[in-house]
Nanobody, 123 residues
Framework: VQLQASGGGMVRAGGSLGLSCAAA????????MGWFRQAPGKEREFVAT????????DYADSVKGRFTISRDSAKNTVYLQMNSLKPEDTAVYFC?????????????????WGQGTLVTVSS
């Protein structure tokens, strides 16, 4: 399973940024997809996840109400729309795929990972 994240960049606090994760054909519709992030000197943490159908989502408390995960199975792409960004959102963002049946926020449940894209939020 190949995943390619893109869309990172630099934005001022309060701004918005959208990330995309392109996957091999069939991946998005057959796996749970998630976004994680890793800030400098910190562990990689869960951000958002979405079911195969796109009907259910889950978010880390720190991003609820600000971030939205979505998927387009026809384009084999998962998105993360980030609004009201804060300096503490600065991190490398990774998309990942899990073959678990139910939504999961656990890093170890995701077997496939993209290369990461850097998001920098300035104050």
């Amino acid at each position: 399973v190949q995943l390619q994240a893109s869309g990172g960049g630099m934005v001022r606090a309060g701004g918005s940024l959208g990330l995309s994760c392109a996957a091999a054909r069939g991946t998005v519709s057959s796996t749970i997809m998630g976004w994680f992030r890793q800030a400098p000197g910190k562990e990689r943490e869960f951000v958002a996840t979405i079911t195969r159908s796109g009907g259910s989502t889950d978010y880390a408390d720190s991003v609820k109400g600000r971030f939205t995960i979505s998927r387009d199975s026809a384009k084999n792409t998962v998105y993360l729309q980030m609004n009201s960004l804060k300096p503490e959102d600065t991190a490398v963002y990774f998309c990942a795929a899990s073959t678990k049946v139910l939504l999961t926020t656990l890093r170890q449940d995701y077997a496939y990972w993209g290369q990461g894209t850097l998001v920098t939020v300035s104050s």
